[in-house]
């Protein structure tokens, strides 16, 4: 193998660490910190160093030798690969993958001594039991809310998505709901105008939606002096949170109505992945892409220079958008069980939410909060998405570039008890027209989407001192956000359970 040199900085530490690749560290079984970024540097001297002999007893030919030397390098290959899958399959936890390094092996989180893994909590003891609780009430002293921050220079953004903002023109045509504009459309007609867009190749069925776009597309060209145009539009509104709370639901009920059209599926991720309306679930909140592409200069604070809502305010800022939350600890819960792959349990997810909560106050020894919940090494590493259901601290940011009236902040405990209420509200938020009773009964009285699958409802809810320990957790970010909304409901004090 080729020699590495290994050194290792703190994340944060400088400006030159910003613009590495935030890893889950660990070497050999030498325990890191949480914060700690690999960098990996070939030894220059090893290039210059001559092949070693071959000794596999190929003779004397040189090709029958390296071809030895490419078969067994391949049957070794498939026999790690084949080890690290059955690994991941009988473990169901990527902390015990074979040959890859465990994010969960910190030297700055507590150990009980017990020698039962690198969180030995069990809750269920008294104990343990205080411990937990001890490191939420840590958490808690440690919360606080910033209602302003620095905003982004707008040339700061047009540097930084130079393609982006010299596709979308400024001025959008008159008279069209949604920012519209025509595009000239060069090259040949006949060619496939999606060759190279990824989304058509994610499955089959939309590998079927962009076969029916491929032949609808030369209808939907308009020509004019002798040129030909299409059509482009960007959406009038966005469902842009959160994930477990409704989204689909109220995406497949949307769709129902006759002034509404969606992209071609429900959640392309484009502005919060695919880019380095639509209803993607990750808009509100998933910026963990600013540590691999922007150029950071932030210092101790480690947070994202820009986010999400900076580039879409910049394009569009009279665009609505549309949040439907849960109470979030019924929301973690509904997360796991939906993303988990194998090895659910109650139990299970107790274990990951200990873990989880030490590695979110871990951070809070070095950073600030909001800090936290945007930093990408921490939000890779907890096994369950404590910071998704923070609501408030994307709220804040959001507020920071639109006003109050653009944004319409719905509970999915409403929409599940009085769908027709929810609808209205959606509907009179975007101006849309009135429908005939049919079509409203239509809407409103289809059964819930994506509801939790049987073999998930099977394992039943979660702990009763799980539920606890996250309740003390979420309360002051619940309290926060209800002042915000001015709304009591999104304390959650009511605690009902959704399936």
């Known amino acids: 193998m080729t020699h590495m040199d290994y050194e290792y ?35 220059p001297l090893y290039l210059h160093r001559p092949w070693p002999r071959c000794t596999l007893g190929c003779g004397t030919s040189t090709l029958t ?21 059955a690994s991941y399959i009988l473990t169901g936890d990527k902390k015990g993958l074979l040959l890859t390094p465990s994010p969960y092996h910190f030297s700055t989180v507590p150990n009980s001594g017990s020698g039962t893994g690198p969180y030995p909590f069990n809750v269920s003891s008294a104990k343990d039991y205080a411990t937990v609780k001890l490191v939420v009430k840590n958490i808690a002293s440690k919360v606080e809310f910033s209602t302003t921050r620095q905003l982004p220079e707008r040339e700061a953004l047009l540097h930084s998505e ?11 045509l008159p008279n069209v709901k949604n920012p519209c504009w025509y595009e000239e459309h060069t090259g040949n007609i006949s060619r496939d105008p999606y060759r190279t867009n990824l989304y058509a190749r994610y499955s089959r069925r939309f590998r079927t939606v962009f076969e029916y776009l491929r032949k609808a597309f030369r209808e939907h060209l308009y020509r004019r002096g002798g040129k030909y145009y299409r059509i482009r539009c960007l959406p009038y509104f966005y469902i842009i949170g959160q994930p477990k709370c409704g989204t689909t639901d109220l995406y497949d009920r949307l769709q129902l109505h006759p002034e509404v059209r969606f992209t071609t599926f429900k959640e392309p991720h484009w502005w919060t992945r695919k880019r380095f309306g639509e209803a993607s679930a990750s808009t509100m909140w998933d910026n963990n892409a600013w540590a691999y592409f922007y150029d950071n200069s932030t210092e101790a604070e480690a947070e994202p220079p820009f986010l999400i809502q900076d580039f879409i305010h910049t394009l569009q800022p ?43 106050e871990g951070c809070l020894t070095e950073y600030t909060m909001r800090s936290c919940v945007y930093n990408t090494t921490l939000n890779n590493a907890m096994p369950v998405r404590l910071q998704v259901g923070l609501y ?7 507020l920071t570039v639109y006003s109050r009236e653009q944004i319409l902040v719905l509970r999915l405990e409403d929409h599940a008890s009085n769908r027709k ?48 320990i996250l309740r003390d ?24 359970e959704l399936i």
């Open 421 to 468: 209420y929810t609808m209205h509200k959606v509907f009179d938020f975007l101006n849309l027209g009135q429908l005939t009773e049919q079509k409203e009964a239509e809407i409103t009285k289809s059964p819930a989407s994506n509801t939790r699958r049987p073999a998930d409802k099977n394992l039943g809810p979660m702990l009763p001192v799980t539920k606890e």
């Open 162 to 172: 130079p393609h982006m903002f010299s596709v979308i023109p400024h001025k959008f």
């Open 318 to 360: 009279d665009a609505r958008f549309i949040v439907m939350l849960r109470d979030p600890v019924e929301r973690l819960y509904s997360d796991y069980l939906y993303f988990g792959i194998t090895n659910k349990s109650a139990e299970d997810f107790q274990d990951k939410v200990s873990e989880s909560l030490q590695l979110f």
């Open 473 to 496: 957790f979420y309360t002051p970010f619940n309290k926060k956000l209800a002042k915000v909304l001015r709304n009591d409901s999104f304390r959650w004090d009511n605690h009902s």
């Open 392 to 398: 408030i601290v994307y709220i804040l940011d959001w």
């Open 9 to 43: 900085t703190l994340l944060g530490s400088s400006m030159e660490d910003y613009r590495k690749r935030p890893l889950k560290p660990q070497v050999d079984d030498s325990p890191m910190s949480l914060f700690a970024v690999l960098e990996v540097k070939r030894d």
């Open 65 to 85: 030798c390296f071809r030895k030397v490419k078969l067994y390098s391949f049957l070794f290959g498939l026999a790690v690969m084949f080890l690290i899958v």
